[in-house]
């Protein structure tokens, strides 16, 4: 069962036009020494694509673009060698959304760290550029 480490130095990234940082508090410590801003820079260099796995579920499912200000959560199992293990995401709207991102997650590489694995928890809203 895997520590939770939950990322709020973005707290949220906002997937609209640009992955944006917004203000938060401190990162919350389990075991393991996974640094949360060197795993949240990881995050934010990974945010683009996301929001093209996004971008492509608007233009496949019109139902998507009548959701602004969705939220997701995403659960990613990083391995302490760095390897991303599994990613939840939560809820599921759109299946190709979902595999998409879940698909270019499971490629990002974070640093090694000693101890057990650890669930990042990162939030995203989804919203339609107008």
Known sequence: NPTKLQLTDPEIIELIADARKARGAGPEFGQGDLNP???SAIVMRGAPALQGCYERALKRNAGLQMRA???VVLGI???PAGDVESVDVNPSVDSEMT?????????WKFPTFTG???????KLTLTPKT
């Open 37 to 39: 801003k060197e795993a």
């Open 69 to 71: 200000g969705l939220g």
């Open 77 to 79: 199992t990083v391995k």
């Open 99 to 107: 595999k998409c991102i879940k698909t270019t997650i499971s490629r």
């Open 116 to 122: 057990h694995a650890i669930t990042i928890e990162q």
